[in-house]
């Protein structure tokens, strides 16, 4: 099975420029997260969704970032406009509904490195 | 408020001997799930195991070990006989029981094993 794929590995941008990054969840799995990971604040949840409906956004950092799933297989997180300060790899995870052998693992994406100049 | 806290930034030891990661954690909650997940230099975060809050049993997975302590809220993972395939970064987790995926990190603990 394929896992959770993002896009794109790198991205690099100006200032005030407007910044997509893209999700694909594991097939079957009924929640996606967005997790940011930086080397002041470490590795913190932005926002994530139970079956495409966001359920907790608290930790989004302004309004600049949002956040949308559209379908079981799709998801995009978008800043505008972008700040050096959002300079960080994002990382999309995803998991399957508690059940019979859940675990509670995430899994997670190679990540997208975002640098913002 | 909940936290995770990972006091050992970086730990560097020679390969074959063991290594304990320490996890202290914060939470008013009753009931949650704790965690661990590596960062290889690849960038990628791996699971490792879940606990319980209440089921307090150790775990063994092959040379991995978890010592979960609910009275000292510490969650320690220990590497024995490490190997240098075993560097990385170590994460220390914790989340609410009702919503597995919603971690809170540590900082992390970077281990370095060198042959």
């Known amino acids: 099975d394929a896992g959770v794929i993002q896009s794109p590995r790198h991205e690099v941008t100006e200032m005030g420029q407007e910044v997509t990054l893209r999700c694909k969840p594991i097939?079957?799995?009924?929640?996606l997260f967005w997790y940011r990971q930086t080397m002041m604040r470490g590795l913190e949840l932005l926002i994530y969704?139970?079956?495409?409906?966001?359920?907790?956004d608290s930790g989004m950092p302004e309004d600049r970032f949002s956040a949308k799933m559209p379908n079981a297989s799709f998801s995009t997180l978008k800043i505008q406009p972008s700040e050096p300060r959002d300079s960080a790899v994002y990382f999309c995870?995803?998991?399957?509904?508690?059940?019979?052998?859940?675990?509670?693992?995430?899994?997670f994406g190679e990540g997208s490195r975002l640098t913002v100049l | 408020a909940q936290k995770v806290t990972q006091a050992q930034t970086e730990i560097s030891v020679v390969e074959k001997e063991d290594v304990t990661l320490d996890c202290v954690y914060e939470?008013?909650?009753?009931?949650?799930?704790l965690f661990w997940y590596k960062q290889p230099p690849s960038g990628e975060l791996v699971f490792l195991i879940r606990?319980?809050?209440?089921?307090?049993q150790n775990e063994i997975s092959g040379r991995y070990s978890w010592n979960f302590q609910k009275s000292t809220s510490s969650f320690n993972f220990t590497i024995t006989a490490s190997q240098v395939v075993d560097s990385a970064v170590y994460f220390c987790?914790?989340?609410?029981?009702?919503?597995?995926?919603?971690?809170?990190f540590g900082q992390g603990t970077e281990l370095s094993v060198k042959p």
């Open positions: 606990r319980n809050s209440f089921d307090e």
């Open positions: 939470t008013r909650d009753t009931t949650y799930y």
């Open positions: 995870a995803s998991s399957r509904p508690p059940g019979q052998g859940w675990t509670g693992e995430l899994f």
């Open positions: 097939s079957g799995h009924n929640s």
């Open positions: 987790a914790l989340s609410p029981y009702n919503q597995g995926g919603k971690l809170i």
């Open positions: 969704f139970n079956n495409n409906v966001p359920i907790d």
